[in-house]
């Protein structure tokens, strides 16, 4: 009998925000101050305006989401807690440290709008809190870190499973946060429904 293992295995860790917060979130009210901040924040509608961004985003307008609004401070704190989760998973050695949240920031996609695919330079863990995910949303779609280096490979079988296919669908629901190593390249891919997507996506920093 052949000894077939899985070596060098990418986490995604998938969960309810509130398993991990003291004080549980709200997230239709934290709909509502997404909403509330991308109507006030005219230096975000400028960038998204500026840089051709679908929607809204505030990751280059407000850094300290936090502090202006306790409901972002709470959400905040229920990730120090998933994070902390993760690590352990991921068998990362902080030598007495911790991962402290260096990014933190509002995404809102529209009917049609859309996010290229990227990575998160300069951090150890990246992810998403989900919002408000109507019918029809965009999934978030994760590649294979090692697609680049396939020039020769066949495509997979459909059928195949899904540790085994180059790209991964998962279509989160409101009040989940999913989070990856932050080199995992992923993207969102257009959204389709007639109501907005939103999410609040952060980065984790070892410093």
């Given at each position: 009998?052949?000894?077939?293992?899985?070596?060098?295995?990418?986490?995604l860790?998938?969960?309810?925000?509130?398993?991990?917060?003291?004080?549980?979130?709200?997230?239709?009210?934290?709909?509502?101050?997404?909403?509330?901040i991308?109507?006030?924040?005219?230096?975000?509608?400028?960038?998204?305006?500026?840089?051709?961004?679908?929607?809204?985003?505030?990751?280059?307008?407000?850094?300290?989401?936090p502090?202006?609004?306790?409901?972002?401070?709470?959400?905040?704190?229920?990730?120090?807690?998933?994070?902390k989760?993760?690590?352990?998973?991921?068998?990362?050695?902080?030598?007495?440290?911790?991962?402290?949240?260096?990014?933190?920031?509002?995404?809102?996609?529209?009917?049609?709008?859309?996010?290229?695919?990227?990575?998160?330079?300069?951090?150890?863990?990246?992810?998403?809190?989900?919002?408000?995910?109507?019918?029809?949303?965009?999934?978030?779609?994760?590649?294979?870190?090692?697609?680049?280096?396939?020039?020769?490979?066949?495509?997979?079988?459909?059928?195949?499973?899904?540790?085994?296919?180059?790209?991964?669908?998962?279509?989160?629901?409101?009040?989940?946060?999913?989070?990856?190593?932050?080199?995992?390249?992923?993207?969102?891919?257009?959204?389709?429904?007639?109501?907005?997507?939103?999410?609040?996506?952060?980065?984790?920093?070892?410093?």
């Open positions: 009998m052949a000894d077939i293992s899985s070596l060098f295995v990418t986490r860790y998938r969960a309810a925000v509130n398993d991990q917060g003291k004080k549980k979130i709200d997230f239709d009210e934290l709909a509502s101050s997404c909403l509330a991308a109507e006030d924040d005219q230096a975000g509608q400028r960038w998204c305006e500026k840089n051709g961004y679908p929607g809204y985003t505030s990751y280059a307008s407000l850094n300290d989401l502090w202006r609004f306790p409901i972002f401070a709470a959400l905040e704190k229920a990730l120090d807690r998933h994070v989760a993760f690590v352990k998973d991921l068998g990362f050695d902080l030598q007495g440290r911790k991962l402290k949240c260096g990014s933190f920031w509002i995404n809102i996609l529209p009917q049609g709008g859309m996010h290229a695919s990227h990575i998160h330079p300069h951090s150890v863990i990246s992810g998403t809190a989900y919002v408000a995910m109507p019918a029809g949303t965009s999934a978030l779609k994760l590649e294979d870190p090692r697609l680049p280096m396939m020039m020769a490979a066949p495509v997979r079988l459909k059928k195949a499973p899904q540790e085994l296919q180059s790209f991964v669908y998962v279509t989160p629901d409101v009040g989940e946060v999913l989070m990856w190593e932050s080199w995992l390249r992923h993207e969102v891919p257009m959204n389709m429904s007639g109501e907005e997507r939103i999410s609040v996506s952060f980065n984790y920093e070892w410093n």
